[in-house]
T-cell receptor
C-alpha cells in the first residue's frame, strides 16, 4: 500500500515563528502536493512538485515556500507564521500522468498559530 | 478558476437509507475524482471516472459528461459511512494543478 506520512498530526506555533511541515511518500511518486483545508473553502492547492528540485505555485502560495531535495520528501515552510495560517495541511502524492491517476493523501497536520 | 459545485452541503440520514451526493462543474472535464474524508482528516480516493459508472461495494459513482454532472450513491447506508465526501474535477488541458475541488458534502448517518 502507498503510504504518505506527515511529520506531525498537531502543531502549535507562535506568530512569527518559522514552521516546517514534512511529508514523505514511499511509492516513488513523481508528483507531490501541499494543500490547506479550511471550513467552507474546501481543499486549496498551495504548491506542487513534479520532480526533485522542481516546484510550481498553486492557488494560494503567498506566505509559503517548499523544498524538494529528494524524491520521497516534500517540505512546506511557513517563513513567518501568522494566525491566518491556522489550518489543516494535507500532503498528497501521485504517479506521473496525474491528474488522470489518483492521489494518495497523508493524515494531515492541524496547525494552530497563536 | 473553473468551479465545482456540490450538493447538499450537509446531509443527515438514517441507517439503511439510500444516499445521493451531487457534483456539477462548469465546463468540459476529462475526469472526475470522488474522495472520502473521515473525522481526523485522512482523505481516501474512492473513484476516478471519465464516463459511465463505477461500483465498489455499496458505493456507486456515475458521471454524465454532456450534462456536466456526477453523482455518488451509497446503498444501505451505515454509520461508518459518516464522512465528508469531496468531488474534484480534472479540467482538460490542466497540468498537475488542473484539479478543482468541490467544498465537500458532510454526511452523517444516524443509527
Amino acid at each position: 500500500d502507498v503510504k504518505v506520512t506527515q511529520s506531525s498530526r498537531y502543531l502549535v506555533k507562535r506568530t512569527g515563528e518559522k514552521v516546517f511541515l514534512e511529508c514523505v511518500q514511499d511509492m516513488d511518486h513523481e508528483n507531490m502536493f501541499w494543500y490547506r483545508q479550511d471550513p467552507g473553502l474546501g481543499l486549496r492547492l498551495i504548491y506542487f512538485s513534479y520532480d526533485v528540485k522542481m516546484k510550481e505555485k498553486g492557488d494560494i502560495p503567498e506566505g509559503y515556500s517548499v523544498s524538494r531535495e529528494k524524491k520521497e520528501r516534500f517540505s512546506l515552510i511557513l517563513e513567518s507564521a501568522s494566525t491566518n495560517q491556522t489550518s489543516m495541511y494535507l500532503c498528497a502524492s501521485s504517479p506521473s500522468g496525474f491528474p488522470s491517476y489518483e492521489q494518495y493523501f497523508g493524515p494531515g497536520t492541524r496547525l494552530t498559530v497563536t | 478558476k473553473n468551479e465545482v459545485e456540490q450538493s447538499p452541503q450537509n446531509l443527515t440520514a438514517q441507517e439503511g437509507e439510500f444516499i445521493t451526493i451531487n457534483c456539477s462543474y462548469s465546463v468540459g472535464i476529462s475526469a472526475l475524482h470522488w474522495l472520502q474524508q473521515h473525522p481526523g482528516g485522512g482523505i481516501v480516493s474512492l473513484f476516478m471516472l471519465s464516463s459511465g459508472k463505477k461500483k465498489h461495494g455499496r458505493l456507486i459513482a456515475t458521471i454524465n459528461i454532456q450534462e456536466k454532472h456526477s453523482s455518488l450513491h451509497i446503498t444501505a447506508s451505515h454509520p461508518r459511512d459518516s464522512a465528508v465526501y469531496i468531488c474534484a474535477a480534472v479540467y482538460s488541458g490542466g497540468g498537475a494543478d488542473g484539479l478543482t475541488f468541490g467544498k465537500g458534502t458532510h454526511l452523517i448517518i444516524q443509527p
